[in-house]
């Protein structure tokens, strides 16, 4: 579980004793600061980064199934019943639900940093302005909301038209 800082607190599973020498030995010159919050933001990076593999994962299984569809083309153009035919909607209802999933990770991920840019700022390692940290939370809730989108029309494609080739993907 990824602690969340509210109201200036930040705790973390590590022991506080522990984390205030690590801290002294690696944040010489700051005014202060808080413990565990460099494990904190690594973890909070590797997260991020493994939402966004999943996400490519979404898009080359998208790929995938455009490649699938065009061989569907392909094989009906030659009336080519006996071959065997690709199903390109699973691959691209697959990856749709992934990119949702892998969004979902940074919108939550980017409300997190969004919280914490108080605790940046205290220690004096971030230059950038809170508002900053919003537009990028606000950016990834639009994402958000177009992938949804995105996927609720593949959903019901995938029922209407199963089979067939999906465009605008």
Not at 17 to 46: A, C, H, K, Q, V
Not at 51 to 57: C, E, K, Q, W
Not at 139 to 166: C, Q, T, W
């Amino acid at each position: 579980m990824i602690p969340i800082a509210r109201d200036n607190d930040f705790n973390t599973s590590y022991d506080d004793e522990e984390d205030n020498n690590r801290d002294r030995e690696n944040d010489e010159g700051t005014e202060e600061s808080i413990p565990g919050l460099d494990e904190f933001d690594i973890r909070l990076l590797n997260i991020q980064a493994s939402a966004l593999l999943v996400m490519i994962l979404g898009y080359v299984l998208e790929y995938i199934s455009t490649l699938q569809a065009i061989e569907v083309i392909k094989i009906r153009q030659r009336n080519n019943e006996s071959g065997f035919e690709p199903d390109p909607d699973i691959a691209l209802l697959l990856g749709s639900q992934y990119e949702v999933i892998a969004q979902a990770v940074l919108v939550h991920i980017s409300k997190i940093q969004y919280r914490n840019t108080p605790l940046h700022f205290r220690i004096g390692r971030v230059s950038a302005a809170r508002s900053a940290n919003f537009e990028l939370l606000l950016g990834d809730i639009v994402e958000m909301i177009a992938y949804l989108i995105s996927l609720y029309g593949v959903r019901k494609l995938f029922a209407i038209n199963h089979g067939g080739p999906i465009y605008g993907v």
